[in-house]
């Protein structure tokens, strides 16, 4: 009987699998049972070849050889994991193996990763796909049982390819075009450029914003209540022009408030959905500061390693009706440590599969991210594995929980003519609230603050202690952030014309720029050749960036056009459109964008040239504001050369406590934060090793107490000590 050889996308998933299939031979990348053999690969090991092995002439970057337009694609084994990639060849290519079994990541990417290895290898066995959510022992097992014919991912085996070949006609040409024009080192690409457009044009709503002042009246009844002006016809709360609002006040002066109206109505509100790894992306950015990769990351670890949860790059964030069953053994597997309480109570009654989170036509490869059926050993997690694994806990015991129920009041209040209005909230059940202990951020939506009203009734006259008159200026929008990045780049909004919408609606989504798998990835792209830069939370456009804008032609900066390239790959996924026809006019478009650049009659100025010289090419060195510190680079393309000068430490600032930035290098190191604070790494070690030594541990502080009790006539054995707790206590008075 021959043996099935079963390709698995990290060696750690590798080794699981091989544990559960009896695989226990030990190979050269390998493990080998009677009926299997598991090897993996390491991500990818095998790549579309570079410009230069299609044509010697592509070794020099020249406009004139542009564009590059190979009529078949050719696959090179990635110098780095070749030896992997033999390895996984060898087995593959035995006599005694029959079949494989794709085991890799199940998703778009992971298909590729296998069926290049495969294709390239030149190997042609029938094929079966191992198609699951999380890799527990209990997953690959049903798996196993349940393998799917690898023809039915034939259509999103073509959409992979698709994508990375059009990466590599649009991304390669235009960034050899404009590089060898301008002579600079400009990259972009059609998800990349568009993603860098959108920040740009928010950069320009808020320069072109103009603040509007505004004024309101907010008025203090006798008994405690806060009520505020509010327009009879347009109901805001605002009026733009300060006479409006002085004449109000003065005609309400020693006036009584009158209720007109006490409206009380039960509301409910649901918790929100599940997280697919956008929102998850999103949330760990705004609550923790997490990039959108370093999320990723930790939710593969999670996946991977700990086994806690399931799949992370899904877009969707519905479970489908299968899953309901499994929901009690997963309680089970997270119900520990914090969760313990929450989940024991969520077992004593039968799961309600609400269409709120359990919808099969929303679940397409893969269902929102949940716990796995694996105990949990919170003690085995990172401080920032624990925080991500703790938001997708939390989600997932509040959606299985009740509704938020409340009772909101709505007071309507006369002062002389004048209509006023109060809300309040009276909470009925907490709901899923309980799980996150009554804390859970929402945004407000409007101007009134909800309070505590005491007890009223319609035509009770309240006495007015005081009117308040209020003011404020209109905000413009704000900058983005990782997290509303993330948001622009799943659904551009305005970005997206009409004349994709019919297309967008086929599909049931928004023509995102992107997909869940490459976002992180495209953000950090942007930071690492300088096109963007990061003050605090907030990104900025750099000028760099704003000159590639400026430079590209205009179709590269479409979302739109973006956004329909996204659809077509999906309408490839389903068979309903040929790869080749979409390649085709992927090298229709590349031709046209290179035809433009070599037209174009603009210029590249370097605004950020430093007077030091390149050490390799005697040209003048750039200096630009790298993710982690100032970095400088030759201007020179072909050179290449770049060092970091200033990266950002996590030793404070003693005046400000900011984070310090380290520039220089050996002895010369100084230490330099944005107030103006400068101090040298030798006067910085020397202060700190100061402190440390005057600093009093917990055993010298316990020491001293014991002493203290013992004998009050007895001299402190460490004065320095003891005037160090005298000073302390002094400062908790």
Same mark, same amino acid.
């Given at each position: 009987?021959?043996?099935?050889?079963?390709?698995?996308?990290?060696?750690?998933?590798?080794?699981?699998?091989?544990?559960?299939?009896?695989?226990?031979?030990?190979?050269?990348?390998?493990?080998?049972?009677?009926?299997?053999?598991?090897?993996?690969?390491?991500?990818?090991?095998?790549? %579309?070849?570079?410009?230069?092995?299609?044509?010697?002439?592509?070794?020099?970057?020249?406009?004139?050889?542009?564009?590059?337009?190979?009529?078949?694609?050719?696959?090179?084994?990635?110098?780095?994991?070749?030896?992997?990639?033999?390895?996984?060849?060898?087995?593959?290519?035995?006599?005694?193996?029959?079949?494989?079994?794709? &085991?890799?990541?199940?998703?778009?990417?992971?298909?590729?990763?296998?069926?290049?290895?495969?294709?390239?290898?030149?190997?042609?066995?029938?094929?079966?796909?191992?198609?699951?959510?999380?890799?527990?022992?209990?997953?690959?097992?049903?798996?196993?049982?349940?393998?799917?014919?690898?023809?039915?991912?034939?259509?999103?085996?073509?959409?992979?390819?698709?994508?990375?070949?059009?990466?590599?006609?649009?991304?390669?040409?235009?960034?050899?075009?404009?590089?060898?024009?301008?002579?600079?080192?400009?990259?972009?690409? $059609?998800?990349?450029?568009?993603?860098?457009?959108?920040?740009?044009?928010?950069?320009?709503?808020?320069?072109?914003?103009?603040?509007?002042?505004?004024?309101?009246?907010?008025?203090?009844?006798?008994?405690?209540?806060?009520?505020?002006?509010?327009?009879?016809?347009?109901?805001?709360?605002?009026?733009?022009?300060?006479?409006?609002?002085?004449?109000?006040?003065?005609?309400?002066?020693?006036?009584? @408030?009158?209720?007109?109206?006490? &409206?009380?109505?039960?509301?409910?509100?649901?918790?929100?959905?599940?997280?697919?790894?956008?929102?998850?992306?999103?949330?760990?950015?705004?609550?923790?500061?997490?990039?959108?990769?370093?999320?990723?990351?930790? !939710?593969?670890?999670?996946?991977?390693?700990?086994?806690?949860?399931?799949?992370?790059?899904?877009?969707?964030?519905?479970?489908?009706?299968?899953?309901?069953?499994?929901?009690?053994?997963?309680?089970?597997?997270?119900?520990?440590?914090?969760?313990?309480?929450?989940?024991?109570?969520?077992?004593?009654?039968?799961?309600?599969?609400?269409?709120?989170?359990?919808?099969?036509?929303?679940?397409?490869?893969?269902?929102?991210?949940?716990?796995?059926?694996?105990?949990?050993?919170?003690?085995?997690?990172?401080?920032?594995?624990?925080?991500?694994?703790?938001?997708?806990?939390?989600?997932?015991?509040?959606?299985?929980?009740?509704?938020?129920?409340?009772?909101?009041?709505?007071?309507? @209040?006369?002062?002389?003519?004048?209509?006023?209005?109060?809300?309040?909230?009276?909470?009925?059940?907490?709901?899923?609230?309980?799980?996150?202990?009554?804390?859970?951020?929402?945004?407000?939506?409007?101007?009134?603050?909800?309070?505590?009203?005491?007890?009223?009734?319609?035509? !009770?006259?309240?006495?007015?202690?005081?009117?308040?008159?209020?003011?404020?200026?209109?905000?413009?929008?704000?900058?983005?952030?990782?997290?509303?990045?993330?948001?622009? !780049?799943?659904?551009?909004?305005?970005?997206?014309?009409?004349?994709? $919408?019919?297309?967008?609606?086929?599909?049931?989504?928004?023509?995102?720029?992107?997909?869940?798998?490459?976002?992180?990835?495209?953000?950090?792209?942007?930071?690492?050749?300088?096109?963007?830069?990061?003050?605090?939370?907030?990104?900025?456009?750099?000028?760099?960036?704003?000159?590639?804008?400026?430079?590209?032609?205009?179709?590269?900066?479409?979302? &739109?056009?973006?956004?329909?390239?996204?659809?077509?790959?999906?309408?490839?996924?389903?068979?309903? %459109?040929?790869?080749?026809?979409?390649?085709?006019?992927?090298?229709?478009?590349?031709?046209?964008?290179?035809?433009?650049?070599?037209?174009?009659?603009?210029?590249?100025?370097?605004?950020?040239?430093?007077?030091?010289?390149?050490?390799?090419?005697?040209?003048?060195?750039?200096?630009?504001?790298?993710?982690?510190?100032?970095?400088?680079?030759?201007?020179?393309?072909?050179?290449?050369?770049?060092?970091?000068?200033?990266?950002?430490?996590?030793?404070?600032?003693?005046?400000?406590?900011?984070?310090?930035?380290?520039?220089?290098?050996?002895?010369?190191?100084?230490?330099?934060?944005?107030?103006?604070?400068?101090?040298?790494?030798?006067?910085?070690?020397?202060?700190?090793?100061?402190?440390?030594?005057?600093?009093?541990?917990?055993?010298?502080?316990?020491?001293?107490?014991?002493?203290?009790?013992?004998?009050?006539?007895?001299?402190?054995?460490?004065?320095?000590?003891?005037?160090?707790?005298?000073?302390?206590?002094?400062?908790?008075?």
């Amino acid at each position: 009987m021959k043996k099935t050889v079963v390709i698995a996308e990290k060696p750690s998933v590798g080794r699981d699998i091989a544990r559960v299939l009896q695989c226990h031979k030990k190979g050269n990348g390998f493990l080998e049972g009677d009926k299997y053999i598991v090897t993996w690969a390491l991500g990818h090991l095998v790549t %579309l070849a570079d410009p230069e092995l299609y044509d010697e002439k592509y070794k020099t970057w020249k406009l004139e050889d542009l564009p590059m337009l190979p009529r078949q694609s050719k696959l090179v084994v990635i110098k780095k994991t070749g030896k992997q990639f033999q390895s996984v060849k060898t087995q593959l290519t035995r006599h005694d193996v029959g079949s494989i079994v794709i &085991a890799t990541d199940a998703g778009r990417e992971g298909e590729l990763v296998a069926r290049w290895i495969i294709e390239k290898a030149n190997v042609k066995k029938p094929i079966k796909r191992l198609w699951i959510s999380s890799v527990t022992d209990k997953a690959i097992k049903q798996g196993f049982a349940q393998l799917k014919d690898g023809k039915a991912y034939e259509n999103l085996y073509a959409a992979a390819v698709a994508r990375q070949e059009a990466d590599w006609f649009v991304g390669l040409n235009a960034t050899r075009a404009l590089t060898t024009k301008y002579n600079a080192q400009l990259s972009c690409g $059609r998800v990349q450029t568009p993603t860098l457009a959108m920040i740009a044009e928010r950069e320009k709503e808020i320069i072109a914003f103009t603040p509007k002042p505004y004024y309101g009246i907010t008025a203090k009844t006798s008994n405690g209540v806060v009520l505020v002006w509010q327009d009879d016809k347009t109901k805001s709360t605002r009026v733009f022009h300060k006479e409006t609002q002085e004449k109000k006040l003065k005609l309400m002066k020693n006036e009584k @408030a009158v209720i007109t109206d006490i &409206a009380k109505t039960p509301k409910k509100k649901e918790s929100p959905a599940l997280y697919d790894l956008t929102e998850l992306q999103r949330d760990a950015n705004k609550r923790f500061g997490f990039s959108a990769k370093e999320t990723l990351s930790i !939710m593969q670890k999670l996946y991977e390693q700990h086994k806690v949860l399931t799949y992370p790059r899904t877009d969707s964030r519905y479970l489908s009706n299968d899953i309901v069953e499994t929901i009690p053994d997963r309680l089970r597997g997270c119900g520990v440590g914090p969760y313990a309480r929450q989940t024991n109570k969520l077992l004593t009654k039968k799961i309600q599969a609400k269409s709120s989170f359990v919808n099969d036509s929303k679940v397409s490869d893969h269902h929102a991210i949940i716990p796995t059926e694996e105990r949990a050993n919170l003690q085995a997690l990172q401080e920032k594995e624990r925080k991500v694994y703790d938001l997708v806990i939390k989600r997932f015991l509040a959606v299985l929980s009740p509704a938020f129920e409340y009772e909101q009041t709505t007071i309507e @209040a006369n002062i002389a003519g004048e209509s006023f209005i109060a809300k309040g909230k009276k909470v009925k059940t907490l709901g899923w609230k309980e799980v996150y202990e009554g804390n859970f951020d929402e945004e407000e939506t409007d101007d009134l603050s909800e309070q505590q009203l005491p007890q009223l009734e319609k035509g !009770m006259t309240l006495a007015v202690s005081s009117l308040i008159p209020t003011e404020g200026k209109t905000k413009p929008p704000s900058r983005y952030n990782e997290a509303s990045l993330l948001s622009a !780049m799943e659904n551009p909004g305005k970005f997206v014309d009409s004349s994709n $919408r019919d297309i967008i609606k086929t599909l049931g989504q928004t023509g995102g720029i992107g997909t869940v798998a490459t976002r992180a990835d495209i953000i950090e792209k942007l930071f690492s050749s300088f096109l963007l830069e990061k003050k605090g939370k907030e990104i900025f456009i750099t000028s760099k960036g704003k000159q590639l804008l400026e430079l590209v032609p205009p179709d590269l900066k479409s979302a &739109a056009l973006t956004g329909e390239w996204e659809q077509k790959l999906e309408l490839i996924a389903k068979g309903k %459109l040929a790869k080749q026809t979409f390649i085709e006019e992927m090298k229709g478009y590349a031709t046209s964008i290179v035809t433009e650049i070599k037209q174009s009659d603009k210029k590249f100025k370097h605004d950020n040239v430093t007077g030091s010289k390149c050490p390799e090419c005697g040209k003048l060195l750039l200096e630009v504001n790298g993710k982690k510190g100032k970095v400088r680079v030759c201007q020179d393309r072909e050179c290449g050369y770049r060092k970091n000068i200033a990266k950002v430490t996590n030793a404070r600032c003693p005046q400000c406590k900011k984070k310090l930035e380290l520039r220089g290098e050996g002895e010369g190191q100084v230490f330099v934060c944005r107030c103006g604070h400068k101090e040298k790494l030798s006067t910085f070690n020397e202060r700190k090793q100061r402190e440390k030594n005057t600093k009093a541990s917990k055993r010298d502080v316990n020491q001293y107490l014991k002493k203290q009790n013992n004998s009050t006539q007895e001299e402190p054995f460490n004065p320095a000590l003891a005037e160090a707790l005298a000073k302390l206590n002094l400062k908790k008075d």
